[in-house]
């Protein structure tokens, strides 16, 4: 993708991963649109960086994305770049008595119908630009799972498959279609305490890994993998993916 002079729209913009990436391309020259649920937030980036806007957006309610995609049609025609990246995170302990599906039913509904309809709402704008860019969020975790976050980790490897086939579909189309697909990084994803967990990779570390990857087109068939991504990525292919789900997956 280019580096600059974008028009870039970012969901899950208003903190970790989404917020850090909408920073770094608007340091490098884009304008930027941050959207989420979260009112103040999305004030607060719009007064902290004038040029960034911040616009409300949840994605579980299909009149929310009707709005913003309308504003966008009106106000920002020359969208070329997506970066689908909101997403939720929950445990889910499906041996305990009484486990509903009610947290795996939230997680698809954000995590995987929030991708596929922000694609919906704004394929069309990106297909008319000549330079135009689907950056959807994935994580380490489609490659192989942890088994205590079951549907999180289903509906990344859901993504995983569902963006081959769709930059395949795109592909006489100039839509490039990459994934992102994180390590663990120190986000308030699955509350605080993740976001100064030593184990975690610092946020600052991870963006400045990803914009170096982009920047130099480093990322085979269009997945963006920073070096502490690989070896998950690669498990099964090199024979180590038993013994990689044993030491996710404590006994
Ligand atoms: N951090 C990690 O270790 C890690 C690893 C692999 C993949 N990822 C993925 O990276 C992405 C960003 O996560 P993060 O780590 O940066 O965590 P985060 O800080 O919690 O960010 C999640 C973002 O998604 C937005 N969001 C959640 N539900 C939404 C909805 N219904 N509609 C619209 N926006 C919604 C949130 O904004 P509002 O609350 O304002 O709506 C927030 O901006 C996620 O897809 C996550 O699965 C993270």
Known sequence: MKMTGNTILVTGGTSGIGRALAEAFHDRGNRVIVTGRRPALLEQIAAERPGVIGLPLDLDDPASLSRLSADIQAGFPGLNVLIANAGISRPEDLAAEGWDA????????????????????????????????????????????????????????????????????????????????????????????????????????????????????????????????????????????????AAMNLS
Not at 117 to 143: E, G, M, V, W, Y
Not at 164 to 187: D, F, G, N
Not at 214 to 243: I, Q, S, T
């Open 102 to 245: 009610s947290d795996a039913e939230a997680i698809v509904e954000t995590n995987i119908l929030g991708v596929l309809r922000a694609t919906a709402a704004f394929l069309p704008i990106l297909k008319r630009q000549p330079d135009a860019t689907i950056i959807a969020t994935s994580s380490n975790l489609a490659f192989v799972p942890r088994a205590d976050f079951p549907t999180y980790c289903a509906s990344k490897a859901f993504l995983h498959s569902w963006l081959q086939s769709l930059r395949h579909q795109l592909r006489r189309i100039p839509v490039e279609v990459l994934e992102l697909a994180p390590p663990y990084v120190q986000t308030g994803l699955t509350g605080a305490q993740q976001a100064c967990d030593a184990r975690a990779m610092p946020l600052a570390a991870y963006i400045a890994e990803v914009m170096q990857l982009l920047e130099l087109r480093l990322h085979p068939r269009d997945e963006v993998l920073v070096e502490r991504d690989r070896a998950r990525r690669w498990a099964e292919r090199d024979g180590r993916y038993e013994a990689t789900f």
